[in-house]
């Protein structure tokens, strides 16, 4: 009898412990639930309102295309670079792959700037120049193009659809990543950001030419960030899988003290292919010239020996450094690397090296055939000479020109001049426009 009545208290017992945790797990389960509802509240409100104003822009810029009143345009542009603003917030608070984001943002900060530009030319009763129609015309047709594509993939869903669900931090796939994607297939050119720098969005051969000929392994391409960061104490590096695509390439993450990081390193040649990350920041105690000895540094630690600044800048506590080879005293603009680095610690947060992937060559053609004497007479007479360097600029269809760069001054513009070395030739010439989320360059 006693070992009856034992028998049934252990039963009780475990019934009653059961009966706890089940009941602490559906607790915990429905406090999960109601975090991941909130969340997923969030991200809807954010996608809607980017839909919103998507649409909010393009019919703006419409309406600006067609007006021919300077007061009514400037308000129209004025209320186009606020609308960027807040797709710039909306896109920055999704779950998204910065990787399936990139393009859609860039436009979106470009367009912002350039519609900024323009009110302000317009507010001081300037006219709009036949460049400032043609590239607003690009743009616009670059906003109907992601308009259309967002638009579709927002049309297509249900009620049920579920933004959790779909979207993947590591995952360039899923579907609403792709809709990001798909944003940024088209040819559409518009103006450059000058913290970018001349030439940065320049990848003009399509074919990949920059990789060594070898492979390495994922325990290789690991080794290579601990070299790199080997003074940042990083920890849990992971590998987190393989994009596919023209750069074959392993995925990581790791952290250190204040920031998360994504990095790509290509299978073939190990090549450092991007960099990216999140955290925070303190106060900035670093002047530019030291972010660039910092970005010169990192660049020659992975083996890029010849790496120069070629152009610098600074905006919200980063610098924007744009380091190319300088090889004979002249610079190497296809194989630029751009790298961002913060102001308080000289940190590397940012590291993209897409245009020496395509482009790196063992070049041996330094010949300039035509003095430097010879072409600075194709310079306006006109134009303020503030500088002369050699360089080597991209063309079309992986084309390069061996030139001189002339940074030159005109009615307090600045513009950068370049004429061929071999013909005396201009080929190019790019003018600084100032607006307030750094510069364009035309």
Known sequence: MRKTRTFVAVIVALLVFSGVLAAGWIGSNNQANLYAGRLENTYQKSFSELVTNINSIEITMS??????????????????????????????????????????????????????????????????????????????????????????????????????????????STGFEEMFSNTSATGVEFPTLIYDGPFSD??????????????????????LLQKAFADYNIKNLTYTGMTEGTFLSYNLTFETTHRTYYANITKKGGLLLNVSSYGTQGTDVLKLKDAETEAELFAHNLGFTDMKSVWGTILDGVAYVNLVPIINNVMIYPDMIKVKVTLDTGSIIGW????????????????????EANARNMVSPELSILSIKKCIIPQEYGEEQLCYEYKCTYNNYTYYVYISGKTGIEIDTLRVVKTYAGDLLQ
Not at 132 to 159: F, H, R, T
Not at 203 to 218: P, Q, R, S, Y
């Open 63 to 172: 309406k600006a295309l067609i007006s021919v009143d300077n007061e009514k345009k400037q308000q129209l542009y004025q209320n186009i670079n606020q609308l960027c603003t807040l797709c710039g917030t909306n896109l920055g608070n999704l779950p998204v792959n910065h990787k399936s984001i990139v393009e859609t943002t860039k436009f979106i900060n470009q367009l912002g700037g350039f519609s900024y530009y323009l009110s302000q030319k317009l507010k001081n009763n300037q006219s709009m120049t036949d460049a400032d129609n043609n590239s607003i015309n690009e743009l616009y047709n670059w906003c109907v193009y992601v308009q259309g594509v967002i638009n579709e993939y927002a049309n297509n869903q249900d009620g049920s659809f579920n933004i959790l669900n779909n979207a993947n931090f590591n995952d360039t």
């Open 202 to 223: 320049s990848i003009k051969n399509k074919a990949v030419k920059g990789l060594e000929d070898f492979e390495i392994t994922e325990d290789e391409a690991k080794q």
């Open 352 to 371: 993209e090296a897409t245009s020496y992937a395509y482009n790196h060559d063992n070049r041996d053609d330094f010949n300039f055939e035509i003095t």
